[in-house]
């Protein structure tokens, strides 16, 4: 039996299990996922990311989802690995810089009394390409177009944060059969790669709220890369202003994604540490 020791750290309820990989890295982590993240049958999270060095950055951060495949960027996640590398001692730096799969990512740590209070993360720029998405479109972008899911019509924004999302404005997100509706997105024909769905409504020209059915990982809290998404969609079809920050609200707390006119996105919010634990693997 082979003691896994391990982080549980949370971004507005978007949480995973934290792997300190500075000095050893798990053989199989995808495996670690599907074990570790079942909820009341293991320690239960979103997923399992790991903090490793980098030949080029701060740190590198590897994400995996429940279901144990691979993601190439959550933004919540990254707000923690930022969080976990200057508490835990690994740096006294407040501006960082985090390679993932889908680039490198620069942090600017917000810190009072030694603890770090907010993290805000350049996500770079959303893309909107359909094969870079990717979404099966003939368009040069696929904005507010129709897509058949369910036997529904809706109003579709695809996008693109590093992960692929497929954003849409909704009347009520309360009554949303996300359980229902959300694998049909996820696993439509139209996401070759699969697929994040966000169902938004928008408040005000500064505040809108998503729900957000991630691929891999079914209904979460929060999604970091889903607000973003959410935000660019909401400049992209005039509900919200280029260049001013919009206030997201997600089921597990808030964050702030400013969207520029170019489409370069900055996000905004807390990381919190949940507790230490030893997850006692039997490799039998």
Same mark, same amino acid.
């Given at each position: 039996?082979?003691?896994?020791?391990?982080?549980?750290?949370?971004?507005?309820?978007?949480?995973?299990?934290?792997?300190?990989?500075?000095?050893?890295?798990?053989?199989?982590?995808?495996?670690?996922?599907?074990?570790?993240?079942?909820?009341?049958?293991?320690?239960?999270?979103?997923?399992?990311?790991?903090?490793?060095?980098?030949?080029?950055?701060?740190?590198?951060?590897?994400?995996?989802?429940?279901?144990?495949?691979?993601?190439?960027?959550?933004?919540?996640?990254?707000?923690?690995?930022?969080?976990?590398l200057y508490e835990r001692g690994y740096t006294a730096k407040q501006?960082?810089?985090?390679?993932?799969?889908?680039?490198?990512?620069?942090?600017? =740590?917000?810190?009072?009394?030694?603890?770090?209070?907010?993290?805000?993360?350049?996500?770079?720029?959303?893309? =909107?390409?359909?094969?870079?998405?990717p979404v099966t479109f003939d368009g040069e972008r696929m904005v507010?177009?129709?897509?058949?899911?369910?036997?529904?019509?809706?109003?579709?924004?695809?996008?693109?944060?590093?992960?692929?999302?497929?954003?849409?404005?909704?009347?009520?997100?309360?009554?949303?059969e996300i359980e229902k509706i959300g694998p049909m997105f996820e696993?439509?024909?139209?996401?070759?790669?699969?697929?994040?769905?966000?169902?938004?409504?928008?408040?005000?020209?500064?505040?809108?709220?998503?729900?957000?059915?991630?691929?891999?990982?079914?209904?979460?809290?929060?999604?970091?890369?889903?607000?973003?998404?959410?935000?660019?969609?909401?400049?992209?079809?005039?509900?919200?202003?280029?260049?001013?920050?919009?206030?997201?609200?997600?089921?597990?707390?808030?964050?702030?994604?400013?969207?520029?006119?170019? =489409?370069?996105?900055?996000?905004?919010?807390?990381?919190?540490?949940?507790?230490?634990?030893?997850?006692?693997?039997?490799?039998?």
């Open positions: 039996m082979r003691t896994v020791r391990f982080t549980k750290m949370h971004g507005v309820g978007n949480d995973y299990i934290y792997i300190d990989c500075m000095k050893e890295t798990p053989a199989d982590p995808a495996y670690l996922a599907r074990i570790m993240s079942p909820r009341r049958f293991s320690v239960g999270s979103d997923g399992v990311v790991l903090i490793c060095p980098s030949d080029r950055c701060d740190a590198k951060m590897r994400m995996f989802n429940a279901d144990g495949s691979e993601g190439k960027m959550c933004g919540n996640a990254i707000r923690c690995v930022g969080k976990f501006d960082l810089l985090i390679e993932t799969l889908s680039g490198d990512r620069r942090l600017t =740590l917000g810190v009072r009394d030694g603890k770090v209070t907010s993290v805000s993360v350049g996500m770079g720029r959303a893309i =909107l390409a359909p094969r870079d998405v507010n177009e129709p897509l058949t899911v369910g036997g529904k019509e809706y109003r579709i924004t695809a996008v693109s944060m590093g992960n692929p999302h497929a954003v849409t404005f909704v009347s009520d997100i309360d009554s949303l696993k439509h024909p139209a996401f070759p790669d699969r697929v994040n769905t966000e169902f938004v409504r928008v408040k005000s020209r500064d505040r809108i709220e998503m729900r957000v059915w991630e691929r891999g990982s079914g209904e979460t809290l929060a999604c970091g890369t889903g607000a973003c998404a959410s935000v660019v969609a909401s400049v992209l079809n005039g509900f919200c202003p280029a260049g001013e920050p919009v206030t997201v609200g997600l089921r597990g707390g808030e964050l702030v994604i400013t969207c520029s006119a170019d =489409l370069d996105v900055t996000m905004t919010g807390p990381a919190s540490f949940v507790y230490d634990g030893e997850f006692f693997l039997d490799e039998n």
